[in-house]
């Protein structure tokens, strides 16, 4: 059995900001981490994943996210954020089927 | 390289009327997904294909939902009698099969049941 806890369901920050959206997850089988995100009326993009090696895996638009085995944490980073990134971002665990949180929606505020 | 299409993109029905949305996945996926996301909700998985076999439809409302693969490339999902609380996006995805590889997702299908 696999599931992911998403901790925030809203982040409002501002623009050039730092932001972290955080997720738990829990599986008892080989972790495969990912993050998409979602615009809106639009489907899900993959922003990055994790299969193995390091454990800080960079993605697209700025985006990096840390497996943190201990903790079973895979929480999502940038170090500053624009407007363009304003959306919503799914925390997905699984191999050939995917497990999703409940989505963090990212404000991001002029 | 075309993404994975859907139609139609909305629409909209009365409770207890039937609906079906079609997926043509991208070519060379084996693997098929449908996923149904509520509003405010993750997606969460209804049915899996791999080619034109089913692997996981746990999750399915085998009731009101069916779906197919025929020939293992275009997918139809099916719902009849549909129910208020059917409202949400359906979600087709698909990917080459194998361990982590990334699962590609089309834009949706937009339902209303009223």
Known sequence: AQSVTQLDSQVPVFEEAPVELRCNYSSSVSVYLFWYVQYPNQGLQLLLKY???????????????????????FHLRKPSVHIS?????????????????????????? | EAGVAQSPRYKIIEKRQSVAFWCNPISGHATLYWYQQILGQGPKLLIQ?????????????????SAERLKGVDSTLKIQPAKLEDSAVYLCASRVTGPGNTI?????SWLTVV
């Not at chain 1, 299969?51 to 944490?73: D, M, P, W």
């Not at chain 1, 089927?97 to 404000?107: D, I, S």
């Not at chain 2, 590609?104 to 949706?108: A, K, L, N, P, S």
Request: proline share 3%.
């Open chain 1, 51 to 73: 299969l193995s090696g390091s454990t800080l895996v960079k993605g697209i638009n700025g985006f990096e996210a840390e497996f943190n085995k201990s903790q079973t944490s």
């Open chain 1, 85 to 110: 990134d304003t959306a919503e971002y799914f925390c997905a665990v699984g191999s050939s089927r995917l497990t999703f949180g409940e989505g963090t929606q990212l404000t991001v505020n002029p």
């Open chain 2, 49 to 65: 294909f791999q080619n034109n076999g089913v692997v996981d439809d746990s999750q399915l409302p085998k009731d009101r939902f």
């Open chain 2, 104 to 108: 590609y997702f089309g834009e949706g």
